[in-house]
């Protein structure tokens, strides 16, 4: 147990929080503690019956069962792995920004799912707001070789449609993975791509209550990915003309 307690420690701090609530919730609504019919996000009453808490439950939950246990925990290991990699990496020292990143990826998120046709629908947000960041990782580290399953080879750009696919064949599904890699392409273009390599307006900015509450540290854990060369100089501008450790790149499968 000490050795599991040390491991979970060892969780950057925000990925920590996420993967501990994305286990809670769904054990809550696995042992009829709370209804899952009160975890989803159903936009008609989120809007029209003031139910403010779908959008977060909905982020955590997942209804687990013989049909989708391996799809949750394919997914929870994805959770685990990428988020963990964004925050000691890209977002090295900086949680703040990685929360922000996760809050308008999750905003834009609930925004596209309540605006859809399909208005009464019952809805998850786990596997869409995964996808984001993973996308949001594989931009960042989209020449780095990975190996995905059966010893399969390839950039990390292609990784999130690879993943598609695969969610595809045990799921059946790919509109969440959709979801999240378009939401993901949406905040590395307004972040990163527009007003660094295009030269346009920079639409994002972290808000300050957010750096007042997760305040920038130095030093931090060694982290993964190199962003391209014009990133890392808009970083550096950002920060006065001090240098960020982007960290090293980081082989997936390897530990």
């Known amino acids: 147990m000490s050795d599991l ?3 979970f420690r060892s969780i950057p701090l925000i990925t920590r929080y996420w993967f501990a609530g994305s ?4 054990l809550i609504g696995k042992l009829g503690l709370v209804s899952p019919v009160y975890l989803f996000l159903w936009p008609d009453a989120f809007i029209n019956r003031f139910q403010i808490w779908r959008p977060i439950t909905a982020t955590f939950f997942f209804p687990v069962g013989p049909g989708t246990g391996f799809l949750y925990l394919v997914n929870l290991y994805f959770l685990y792995q990428y988020s963990s990699r964004l925050e000691t990496g890209a977002f090295d020292g900086r949680p703040a920004d990685y929360m922000f990143m996760l809050l308008f990826n999750w905003i834009c998120i609930v925004v596209s799912f309540c605006s859809s046709p399909n208005f009464n629908n019952i809805l998850l947000l786990m596997i869409p707001l995964i996808m984001s960041v ?3 990782w594989a931009q960042l580290n989209r020449d ?3 190996s995905f399953w059966f010893g399969t080879r390839f950039k990390a750009c292609y990784l999130p449609w690879v993943i598609l696919g695969f969610n595809y064949i045990i799921g059946g599904s790919v509109i969440n993975e959709l979801i ?8 590395f273009f307004l972040m990163f791509k527009y007003p660094v390599d295009l030269g346009g307006r920079n639409f994002l900015s972290t808000p300050q209550f957010l750096y007042r509450w997760l305040p920038n540290r130095r ?3 060694s982290g993964f990915g190199i962003p391209p060369a014009s990133m890392r100089r808009a970083a550096e501008d950002q920060q006065g003309g001090g240098r960020h450790n982007w960290g090293q790149g980081f082989r997936l499968g390897d530990q």
Do not use: R
Request: charge should be negative; hydrophobic fraction near 55%; proline fraction near 4%.
């Open 180 to 187: 999240g890699n378009l939401v993901g392409h949406l905040y």
């Open 23 to 26: 286990i809670a919730v769904p």
């Open 144 to 146: 780095m070789i990975v």
């Open 219 to 221: 030093g931090g854990v």
């Open 5 to 7: 307690g040390d491991w």
């Open 134 to 136: 993973l996308y949001v």
